[in-house]
């Protein structure tokens, strides 16, 4: 029983291998030209929170296994994967703009703005980007936007689960300062208790005016 076990789980292993190298068929193509960097963000469509950019350069031979669109994964999942990822990668650049912003110029550009950002605060400069569907105006590297991209792209999958482990735990945090909207459940959304605490309560400084219309 015990082989029987073994052999099942070493099956979905080389199941998971197999997966995740066919998620690296972008990297393979442009490895060549230098440092390959996934891109992605989360938090476009809260009512509350910043929107939140990564970017990720993992090893050319990275062996990071369940690298997926993080809304696929547990929230256990990406935690882990948090963790794997910022010890492996060659390096992560975070970028978000908050509120205001996204008030003042709209939630697509303050999107590209963080973005930008992101690309910034790497500590090498990548010579292709992968990003998930967009093109990002203002960046010389050569660009190559991917419909669904988390889910085909290791990089792009990375840099959806650091951004969003990041975007959580910041609406965690203000879960604490503002107890009676439930970030901590929602992370900004539009659920129905959220809608009834601004009905009650009012909007704080972390709710995005413009998405806001009770």
């Given at each position: 029983?015990?082989?029987?076990?073994?052999?099942k789980?070493?099956?979905?292993?080389?199941?998971?291998?197999?997966?995740?190298?066919?998620?690296?068929?972008?990297?393979?193509?442009?490895?060549a030209?230098?440092?390959?960097?996934?891109?992605?963000?989360?938090?476009?469509?809260?009512?509350?929170?910043?929107?939140?950019?990564?970017?990720?350069?993992?090893p050319?031979?990275?062996?990071?296994?369940?690298?997926?669109?993080?809304?696929?994964?547990?929230e256990?999942?990406?935690?882990?994967?948090?963790?794997?990822?910022?010890?492996?990668?060659?390096?992560?650049g975070?970028?978000?703009?908050?509120?205001?912003?996204?008030?003042?110029?709209?939630?697509?550009?303050?999107?590209?703005?963080?973005?930008?950002?992101?690309?910034?605060?790497?500590?090498?400069?990548?010579?292709?980007?992968?990003?998930?569907?967009?093109?990002?105006?203002?960046?010389?590297?050569?660009?190559?936007?991917?419909?669904?991209?988390?889910?085909?792209?290791?990089?792009?999958?990375?840099?959806?689960?650091?951004?969003k482990?990041?975007?959580?735990?910041?609406?965690?945090?203000?879960?604490?300062?503002?107890?009676?909207?439930?970030?901590?459940?929602?992370?900004?959304?539009?659920?129905?208790?959220?809608?009834?605490?601004?009905?009650?309560?009012?909007?704080?400084p972390i709710?995005?005016?413009?998405?806001?219309?009770?």
């Open positions: 029983m015990d082989v029987i076990k073994n052999d789980k070493y099956d979905k292993y080389l199941k998971e291998v197999e997966r995740t190298e066919s998620l690296k068929v972008y990297e393979r193509e442009y490895e030209l230098g440092y390959v960097c996934g891109i992605d963000e989360v938090g476009r469509g809260p009512f509350a929170g910043p929107v939140v950019a990564c970017a990720v350069i993992l050319k031979d990275c062996k990071i296994l369940y690298l997926n669109d993080s809304k696929k994964l547990s256990k999942k990406r935690e882990e994967l948090y963790d794997v990822i910022m010890d492996g990668a060659v390096s992560v975070i970028g978000m703009r908050g509120p205001e912003r996204i008030d003042e110029i709209n939630i697509l550009n303050a999107t590209y703005e963080a973005m930008r950002d992101a690309v910034a605060n790497l500590s090498v400069v990548p010579d292709v980007l992968l990003n998930d569907a967009v093109t990002i105006p203002g960046l010389p590297m050569k660009q190559v936007p991917i419909v669904k991209g988390d889910a085909k792209s290791v990089s792009i999958a990375a840099a959806s689960i650091v951004a482990v990041t975007r959580d735990r910041m609406m965690v945090d203000y879960a604490k300062i503002y107890p009676e909207y439930d970030f901590a459940s929602n992370k900004g959304y539009g659920t129905k208790k959220h809608i009834e605490a601004i009905r009650e309560y009012g909007m704080t709710h995005r005016r413009s998405f806001v219309h009770l």
